[in-house]
């Protein structure tokens, strides 16, 4: 069976592992969700990644969670925006502060996807996939 969403479906595995303290969660191979991956990685959020591939021979990533001690998580929440029942775009000069700054908007533009600061200073807007923080 076909994932309708499948930025939800990773971003809701990535939430319920995070919540049982996994040190890993496999999600669905597409090119967006490995997107995704890179950005959180970049951004300090995921400890790695690596492609496998399942049993039934689908291609997926493994993401490596990352936790700063055995209480707290280093992703507080991650929240889907834009859905395909209503998609988000923002211009360039309303591209959103998540948590003041804490947090990381996360873009798909016409330059690929990236953060919210990389929009900006880029000048460019897009459909706001998600928040995480």
Do not use: F
Not at 20 to 34: E, F, G, P, W, Y
Not at 55 to 84: C, F, G, Q, W
Request: proline share 3%; aromatic share 6%; net charge positive.
């Amino acid at each position: 069976m076909g994932v309708t969403d499948p930025i939800a479906d990773m971003l809701t595995r990535i939430r319920n592992a995070n919540r049982i303290h996994a040190k890993n969660v496999d999600v669905l191979m597409s090119r967006i969700n490995l997107n995704i991956t890179q950005i959180l990685k970049k951004a300090g959020y995921i400890a790695g990644y690596e492609m496998k591939k399942d049993a039934h021979d689908h291609d997926m990533l493994r993401i490596h969670l990352k936790y700063p001690d055995t209480k707290n998580t280093v992703i507080s929440e991650i929240t889907r925006i834009s859905k395909p029942s209503r998609r988000v775009y923002v211009k360039s000069d309303e591209i959103p502060k998540v948590l003041n700054g804490y947090g990381i908007a996360i873009l798909s533009t016409s330059r690929g996807i990236m953060t919210d600061k990389e929009a900006r200073a880029q000048n460019v807007g897009g459909e706001v996939l998600c928040y995480v923080w």
